[in-house]
């Protein structure tokens, strides 16, 4: 029922789609458009008219007027030649609409994906938003800018003249051709239409082979050190020959619609030919008449062709500009909400009765309570799984469907800017990103307006400068994508550097150094200090040796808190605290594989 709803989009829905994109675009389709409808008049009239004229210098030749025909061909001449500019004239419109529309939807996207909360990401592969931004916005572009121009202004200009010349030259014989042309643009429609689903299946397997391309080039270790290659290979193969054999479909239904379309655009002039011949024979028409009919029937069954070509086309792209238009309607993050400065409060994060799942379905929190107070180090810890990076995640104003209340700096979320929010706080995952620039950009990254000396400043304090210094090129390196070339230890100093540049008051560390060997570690663990440094912290950690010297631990489990209290504390009362560090003592010697 769906497909069949799929393939047939309803006429509304596509011309909505139509004016949403010219719509969109509207400050450059208003100066184009106005030129390419008058250009597009100008084009199928000259077109009329040259098929007129050939016409004419036949029956002119057969008169033996050789002035007359001289006369004829010089205006034909001019015709071409005017044609030909309006041509040129068209395509530079079309060129300048595409080229400005494109740009238009490429920053419109850009903007869009800023704006767009983390839990649109998490819920969608990066691959299909690349492939919305590159290739879709490219086919678009060109479709609305040049091949649908042709239907709102060159079909009209040249259905009109050439229906008119046909019918002041014989009225019978255009309606023996035209009632044919109807019956077969009605088959044509048929067979286009499913042309559209196709169309929408091609593109999802694009956007799925785009995702296995991504997936490669960022866990590339990964796949090589899991000799994963062989295997995504294969379903990369899988991808591409679904989306091969999407486009076959495509194609297929294609050639039927060309075949078909060339059979009856040919099938009007063998009819004009054959009766206009015995119309001849009965006096009632002239042969040099007959010719200009002829001529001029080509450009008027062309319009039905553009027409319905232009109508799969239609159906075509405006599934793919649905598929943009998705991207565009996707609901953004809020942008309200204060700016405060007032932060005198001692409490910096509070959790009151926090319930919270990232689906109705499962609760990831039920009611946790706990409070990280100013200055002081707060650790959280609990099994994988238990929520606590989804705490970072929360606090910093990352999902609002929660229930309860979630505190920072004395006022409740909700009434933070969230700009203003995340300026106060600085995050060191263990998921470092690198950027494909100098390590110096990668770095400003914390405070984009900060000079290179101040960049320096904050990697000596973070104990990478001497490991920079010792790159190819310093500062200047360039770092490939996810910054392959520098070691996970590298990563996590420069991560540290780009904290302390932003100088928030607030640091979330999410097992920075869980991932690290010793020596590593030593120099991460240092690197940290220096950031935790007069800042509140609020620390996850795995290895629970690296929190002992924390002010005050929270225990979370099953949603909620389990206990708070500093390590000797909970080692001697809180059960799942014991079983944590008992674990753990037994994973470092080895007792759990
Ligand atoms: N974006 C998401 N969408 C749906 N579920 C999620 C998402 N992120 C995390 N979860 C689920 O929420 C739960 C808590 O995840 P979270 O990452 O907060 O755990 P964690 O305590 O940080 O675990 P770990 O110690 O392994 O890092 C898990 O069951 C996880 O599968
Ligand atoms: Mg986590």
Known sequence: MTEKKEARPSIKKVFKTIFRFYGTTKEYFYKYGIYRWFGGVASGGLQVFNAYLAGRMVGIAISGDMSALVRYAVILIGAVIVRTIVGLMNEYASSYYNIHSGKKLRVMAMEKINSLPIAYYENQHSGETISKLASDIEKLQVFYGNSIAGIWSWVPASFVFSLAILLNTNV??????????????????????????????????????????????????????????????????????????????????????????????????????????????????TFPELFVFTNVLWPFVSTFRMVSGGWSDLIEESGRAEHLFTLFDAKPERTNGKDFTDIETNTVMEFRNVGFGYNDNVKVLESANFVVEKGKKTALVGVSGSGKTTIHKMLAGHYDNYSGCVNVMGHELSEWNLESLRNNIAAVNQDIYLFNESVMENIRYGKPTCSDEEVMEAAKKAYAHDFINELENGYDTKLGERGISLSGGQRQRIAVARALLKDSPIILLDEPTSALDTRSEYHVQKAIEKLEEGRTVFIIAHRLSTIENADKIIVLDGGNVLGTGSHSELIAENDKYISLYKRQVLESSGGIA
Do not use: W
């Open 172 to 285: 019978q014989l255009t309606l023996i051709c035209g009632t044919i042309i109807p019956v077969f643009a009605i088959i044509m429609n048929k067979i286009s239409l499913p042309i559209g689903k196709a169309s929408k299946e091609r593109q999802e397997h694009a956007a799925s082979f785009n995702s296995y391309l991504r997936d490669f080039a960022e866990g590339v270790h990964i796949y090589k050190s899991f000799s994963m290659s062989k295997s995504h290979g294969q379903k990369f193969e899988k991808a591409c020959d679904d989306y091969a054999e999407a486009s076959f479909r495509m194609a297929r239904r294609r050639s039927l619609s060309i075949g078909l379309m060339i059979f009856g655009m040919v099938i009007p002039q063998v009819i004009a030919l054959g009766v206009g011949s015995i119309f001849v024979i009965e006096g009632k028409i």
